[in-house]
Structures are given as structure tokens and as C-alpha cells.
T-cell receptor
Framework: DAKTTQPPSMDCAEGRAANLPCNHS???????VYWYRQIHSQGPQYIIHGLKNNETNEMASLIITEDRKSSTLILPHATLRDTAVYYCIVRVLNTGTASKLTFGTGTRLQVTL | NAGVTQTPKFQVLKTGQSMTLQCAQDMNHNSMYWYRQDPGMGLRLIYY???????DKGEVPNGYNVSRLNKREFSLRLESAAPSQTSVYFC??????????????FGDGTRLSIL
């Protein structure tokens, strides 16, 4: 699975959009981009994933560049409850088998008043 | 619908003691996973079970054994605990995707300290 690079920490004011970048320059054509987050002391929580098209759900939007070498997770209106470590993970689609994940150290997002 | 349930939530062991961490999911998922997370680090995969009756090693399997008891339950055993196994242990489950990958759902973790 491709390696990812994320900034170790970011700050965001409450109510503003939080834009979390991720570089995955060695991504292969069949690898998906996943985002999870981990709020202090809890298990990781799935946010969103995509292959090459931009994706949006009730939690966030995922923007993947045309060359797929980087992506950005957007939390449109960050709240204090969004303070967490955010993990960007890329992995090969394995239909019919277990979906193993490789976690890096992620980006620690601090949302402030 | 509880999702993924892990027991116990906290445990302190002495070096050399054995212990089994329990995990159960009620989402009818085929695949289950055990991870460990050390302070300031991301999660690392210990073992996983793609489906009932199968188990495979992950990134850091040494010192651990697993049992996929049935589709719902996946246990992790430390036969002879060592201080290096002090960590937070997370269990997760996922459906096997058909054409699109399926996300993992995590429990709240077991905090294990080995003295």
C-alpha cells in the first residue's frame, strides 16, 4: 500500500472550514484514499473514502487531485467536537477479503473558539 | 445495535500472566481485526480474520494468539504477558466489499498495563 504524508498538527477556528491535506505521490491506480479520525481515547471512526472522484457525505468532503497524488479532507464547519487525530490511508481494493489498514501518525487537528 | 464491544475496558497484569481480550460485533460482518496503539503512534495490525474459520498474521503478531469463535466473536490472547505489550488494544470489524471497499468499525479499546 502507498505511503502517505500528513502535517503533524493543524489549528482551525470553530465555524471555519478545516482543510486537512494528504500527500500520496506513489498511489497506484487501484488504491483508494480513506480518512479516519480518532477522538481522544476512543476507537478510530470512519469518515469518508474515494478512488478518483470527489466525494461528500454528512461528515465531510474529500477532494482528490486529478493526478491522484494528493487529497484534502474538508470539514465545512468545524466544531470543538471535531478536535481529533485525522488519518489518511491509501490501500488496494480487495473484494471478498479483509480490508487491512495501515495507520501512520496522522494530523492532530485542534479546533479553537 | 451496539456495534463493536470490547471487554474488559481496563486491565493490569503482572509479567508472565495470561489474559484473553474479548471482542464481539453485532453487524453481521465477515471480517474482524485486532490492532494495538502505543502512545503517540498510529494503530498497528496484530491479527485479522477475513471470515469465520480463518485467521492471519498482521504487522506485529509475535506474543499473541487469536480465535475466531464464531462470526460475531474474535478474541486475542496473551499467553505470557510482557511489559512491551502495554498498550491500548482495538478490535474492529468490516463487511467484505463487492466492487467497493467497506470501512472498518472500531470498538472503544482495552487499556492494558503490564507491570
Amino acid at each position: 500500500d502507498a505511503k502517505t504524508t500528513q502535517p503533524p498538527s493543524m489549528d482551525c477556528a470553530e465555524g471555519r472550514a478545516a482543510n486537512l491535506p494528504c500527500n500520496h505521490s506513489t498511489i497506484s491506480g487501484n488504491e483508494y484514499v480513506y480518512w479516519y479520525r480518532q477522538i481522544h481515547s476512543q476507537g478510530p471512526q470512519y469518515i469518508i473514502h474515494g478512488l478518483k472522484n470527489n466525494e461528500t457525505n454528512e461528515m465531510a468532503s474529500l477532494i482528490i487531485t486529478e493526478d491522484r497524488k494528493s487529497s484534502t479532507l474538508i470539514l465545512p464547519h468545524a466544531t470543538l467536537r471535531d478536535t481529533a487525530v485525522y488519518y489518511c490511508i491509501v490501500r488496494v481494493l480487495n473484494t471478498g477479503t479483509a480490508s487491512k489498514l495501515t495507520f501512520g501518525t496522522g494530523t492532530r487537528l485542534q479546533v479553537t473558539l | 445495535n451496539a456495534g463493536v464491544t470490547q471487554t474488559p475496558k481496563f486491565q493490569v497484569l503482572k509479567t508472565g500472566q495470561s489474559m484473553t481480550l474479548q471482542c464481539a460485533q453485532d453487524m453481521n460482518h465477515n471480517s474482524m481485526y485486532w490492532y494495538r496503539q502505543d502512545p503517540g503512534m498510529g494503530l498497528r495490525l496484530i491479527y485479522y480474520s477475513a471470515s469465520e474459520g480463518t485467521t492471519d498474521k498482521g504487522e506485529v503478531p509475535n506474543g499473541y494468539n487469536v480465535s475466531r469463535l464464531n462470526k460475531r466473536e474474535f478474541s486475542l490472547r496473551l499467553e505470557s504477558a510482557a511489559p512491551s505489550q502495554t498498550s491500548v488494544y482495538f478490535c474492529a470489524s468490516s463487511e467484505q466489499g463487492q466492487g467497493s471497499d467497506q470501512p472498518q468499525h472500531f470498538g472503544d479499546g482495552t487499556r492494558l498495563s503490564i507491570l
